[in-house]
């Protein structure tokens, strides 16, 4: 019993402490996924590709794609996004519904959208001064954050 218990002791200190998160080449990326990046995001240049998976690296979680100016997108694991984040640039406006985009122009005039998320119940955006709004499956807003 002692014998096991230090072996798996010594076992968890090998571990990375963060063994979820691996960098992989950018051709390992779902299909999906690498149309996508590449249809939308073809003037950024890429920093990394990173597959998000459980502790032991059996169940795929998801992935990420992380470019040098600070934008990010997560795909789950079938290669479609859930998430966008910019660091200097408003996510694309083509990858935004129309209603969420005529909402912003008309309530938040001349901000851009720096983040978008998909949420089981709609959309999450944030604005570029940090303001976070909700809207529904039917892309009506229905709150803040």
Same mark, same amino acid.
């Given at each position: ?11 968890? @200190?090998? /571990?990375?402490?963060? @063994? ?14 690498? +149309? ?8 950024? +240049?890429?920093?990394?590709? +990173? %597959?998000?998976?459980?502790?032991? #690296?059996?169940?795929?979680? =998801? ?6 100016? =600070? !934008? *990010?997108? *997560?795909?789950?694991?079938? =290669?479609?996004?859930? *998430?966008?984040? !910019?660091?200097?640039? @408003? ?18 005039? #001349? /901000?851009? %959208? ?7 119940? #709609? ?6 001064? =940090? ?6 499956? *039917?892309? !009506?807003?229905? #709150?803040?954050?």
């Amino acid at each position: 019993m002692k014998k096991l218990l230090a072996l798996i002791t010594l076992a968890s @200190a090998l /571990l990375p402490a963060n @063994a979820k998160d691996r960098v992989i080449p950018f051709t390992e990326l779902p299909k999906a996924a690498q +149309q996508f990046v590449e249809s939308n995001f073809k003037d950024k +240049q890429l920093a990394s590709a +990173q %597959i998000d998976t459980s502790m032991f #690296g059996a169940i795929t979680d =998801g992935y990420k794609v992380v470019y040098t100016d =600070g !934008t *990010e997108i *997560e795909f789950d694991s079938s =290669g479609n996004w859930e *998430e966008i984040k !910019t660091r200097i640039d @408003a996510v694309p406006q083509n990858l935004i519904p129309e209603k969420i985009t005529l909402y912003v122009k008309k309530h938040f005039k #001349g /901000l851009p %959208i720096v983040e978008i998320k998909k949420e089981n119940y #709609g959309y999450e955006i944030k604005l570029s001064f =940090g303001q976070e709004l909700k809207f529904n499956s *039917e892309y !009506t807003f229905i #709150g803040m954050d």
